[in-house]
Nanobody
Framework: QVQLVESGGGLVQPGGSLRLSCAASGFTFSSYAMSWYRQAPGKERELVAR????????NYADSVKGRFTISRDNAKNTVYLQMNSLRPEDTAVYYCNAKRGLIIFWGQGTQVTVSS
């Protein structure tokens, strides 16, 4: 019933851009903080960006500040991650996350590969 479905991943050249989307259903989207995480092979899953439930505050990993932008549209139950100036080290599976207190939901992930 609860679903977080990511889309927009793929292969892109270094310096290029990609926009990820996460469509939510089965819960009250506007009550949850939304985040993007990523995990590269052999690495621990890391927080990339987070946005509060009303969209008034955002946080970013140092490695993506100035390049990535998280946003949300509560009317569409969707959170986005705009990724610019992509680097090979951005290559990872990107996961959508919803959190309200101790309740956490995860998406299935979408692959982003940055390579020439």
């Amino acid at each position: 019933q609860v679903q977080l479905v990511e889309s927009g991943g793929g292969l892109v050249q270094p310096g290029g851009s990609l926009r990820l989307s996460c469509a939510a259903s089965g819960f009250t989207f506007s009550s949850y903080a939304m985040s993007w995480y990523r995990q590269a092979p052999g690495k621990e899953r890391e927080l990339v960006a987070r946005i509060t439930s009303a969209g008034g505050s955002t946080n970013y990993a140092d490695s993506v500040k100035g390049r990535f932008t998280i946003s949300r549209d509560n009317a569409k139950n969707t959170v986005y991650l705009q990724m610019n100036s992509l680097r090979p080290e951005d290559t990872a599976v990107y996961y959508c996350n919803a959190k309200r207190g101790l309740i956490i939901f995860w998406g299935q992930g979408t692959q982003v590969t940055v390579s020439s």
